[in-house]
Antibody, heavy 120, light 108 residues
Framework: EVQLVESGGGLVQPGRSLRLSCAAS????????MHWVRQAPGKGLEWVSG????????GYADSVKGRFTISRDNAKNSLYLQMNSLRAEDTALYYC?????????????WGQGTLVTVSS | AIQLTQSPSSLSASVGDRVTITCRAS??????LAWYQQKPGKAPKLLIY???SLESGVPSRFSGSGSGTDFTLTISSLQPEDFATYYC??????????FGQGTRLEIK
């Protein structure tokens, strides 16, 4: 059974940093692209960042480019999101999502999310 | 960036109804479109990929169509468990990926 478990969320002040983690199990982690998708309270879905299986291809939404860094450790079956210079508008539930076999950017499995709140 | 506009933003329907949700892209995206269902407090679930292919395990009452800029998600006969919010998503411009704003499907 595929499982994605996010952690690392919490309350942080504007301008500070936070690192999210996603622990993956139930599939061959290093065969698939992985992504972070967020959802602000009561709002829609926003893709944040994605990384290919070998970290050779990485992308970011314009809203986080230059502030967030995605990475993965295939030996640990883990995905990360380093978030710097956090803003109030980064407040959201952050989901880890697995890219599908069909295409790297269809999300066929999702975690339950970790909540990030940016507030003073 | 490619924008996706869903219509309607919300919809009231009854069990057994046939429902169609539309997603329009700001420029052509071939068939690089997916549909997701999200229930309150839950993660999204992939329903349709490549505009019209049904994800494994998804009931056949769900179907998708379209290519280029205009796409539709159809539920042929609404079931109680189908009341949720639906999102379209494109990746034609990967690594820029965008979602539509969502369509909330409510019980009439």
């Amino acid at each position: 059974e595929v499982q994605l478990v996010e952690s690392g969320g919490g309350l942080v002040q504007p301008g500070r940093s936070l690192r999210l983690s996603c622990a993956a199990s139930g599939f061959t982690f290093d065969d698939y692209a992985m992504h972070w998708v967020r959802q602000a309270p009561g709002k829609g879905l926003e893709w944040v960042s994605g990384i290919s299986w070998n970290s050779g291809s990485i992308g970011y939404a314009d809203s986080v480019k230059g502030r967030f860094t995605i990475s993965r450790d295939n030996a640990k079956n883990s995905l990360y999101l380093q978030m710097n210079s956090l803003r109030a508008e980064d407040t959201a539930l952050y989901y880890c999502a697995k890219g599908s076999m069909i295409a790297v950017a269809y999300f066929d499995y999702w975690g339950q999310g970790t909540l990030v709140t940016v507030s003073s | 960036a490619i924008q996706l506009t869903q219509s309607p933003s919300s919809l009231s329907a009854s069990v057994g109804d046939r429902v169609t949700i539309t997603c329009r892209a700001s420029q052509g995206i071939s068939s690089a479109l997916a549909w997701y269902q999200q229930k309150p407090g839950k993660a999204p679930k992939l329903l349709i990929y490549d505009a019209s292919s049904l994800e494994s395990g998804v009931p056949s009452r769900f179907s998708g169509s379209g290519s280029g800029t205009d796409f539709t998600l159809t539920i042929s006969s609404l079931q109680p468990e189908d009341f949720a919010t639906y999102y379209c998503q494109q990746f034609n411009s990967y690594p820029q990926i965008t979602f539509g704003q969502g369509t909330r499907l409510e019980i009439k």
